[in-house]
């Protein structure tokens, strides 16, 4: 199984393909591109703040590994907090954020990373390092019982240039 993917538009999108056919439905998107959509809009700030898709950008192009960790790792280069994020179909996914513009790759295994995860609300701590010579993102979910607050930083640095 790969863990490894490009940063297409240098970013990435984690997501959950599930609650994101739902949020396209309720607000009656039927435009492909969602990349588009979601910066030209304010419904790209509400995908954010609902936990539906947590964007990495200023990533510069190359294969970047991602994990699930428990703790933060010894030595890191950045670390962002105050993401939410919810699982509500047992599962999210990773890919380029320059997949966005053609919907349809969303379950793309081409060009995704899945994860299983139990369905509930989470923080998320997303944290960049080195591992050997593989750039990684790992990302830190913390259950929670609630939706917690947001405040994460989408002009985050993740100091890989």
Known sequence: M??????????????????????????EIKDKNLLNYLTTSELGDTITEEGIAVPITWVPPDDYKFSILDSMPESYL????????????????????GYLTNIDRINDKDVNLSFNLENSWYSLTIVSYME????????????????????????????FS
């Open 132 to 159: 050997e010579e593989q750039k990684c993102f790992g990302l830190i979910l913390e259950k929670e019982d609630y939706k917690p607050d947001f405040y994460g930083d989408l002009e985050m640095d993740f100091l």
């Open 2 to 27: 790969k863990d490894t993917i490009f940063s297409e538009l240098e970013g990435f999108v984690i997501y959950e393909p599930y609650r994101i056919k739902k949020f396209l439905q309720i607000n």
């Open 78 to 97: 950045a670390r962002s907090e105050g993401w939410v994020f919810k699982v509500e179909n047992g599962s999210f996914s990773i890919m380029g954020i």
